[in-house]
């Protein structure tokens, strides 16, 4: 079995701060990279950000710089988005995704959460 389950979503207000995580299993688990992606309605899916299980390499996106925020948890299976200072611009829904290596692109990665909404207001 392989599975990524996203949860911590949302409704909150512009400069809030919010955490959403991914627990994988599986063969999801069993590949060296994990990513987050966001899919804003009328946009193309958009990197977020991403980290290797070993070593804990990363790979920042825009959206990411400066204000969000990607870590991992081996022993817990689970990796966190965490965002600050929220903004309108930033709801979407929040997928994670695995894959064989930290790529930017959503088609290099090979399976992927069901995501969780996150919306900001004002």
């Known amino acids: 079995q392989a599975q990524l389950v996203e949860s911590g979503g949302g409704w909150v207000q512009s400069g809030a701060s919010l955490t959403v995580s991914c627990v994988a299993s599986?063969?999801?688990?069993?590949?060296?990279?994990m990513a987050w992606f966001r899919h804003a309605p009328g946009k193309e899916r958009e990197f977020v950000a991403a980290?290797?299980?070993?070593?804990?390499?990363?790979l920042i996106g825009d959206p990411a710089k400066d204000r969000f925020t990607i870590s991992r948890d081996n022993a817990r299976n689970t990796v966190w988005l965490q965002m600050r200072n929220l903004k309108p611009e930033d709801t979407a829904v929040y997928y994670c995704?695995?894959?064989?290596?930290?790529?930017?692109?959503?088609?290099?990665?090979?399976?992927w959460g069901q995501g969780t909404q996150v919306t900001i207001s004002s």
């Open positions: 599986g063969r999801a688990r069993g590949l060296a990279a």
């Open positions: 995704a695995a894959g064989s290596y930290m790529r930017r692109a959503p088609s290099e990665y090979d399976y």
């Open positions: 980290i290797r299980w070993i070593g804990g390499r990363t």
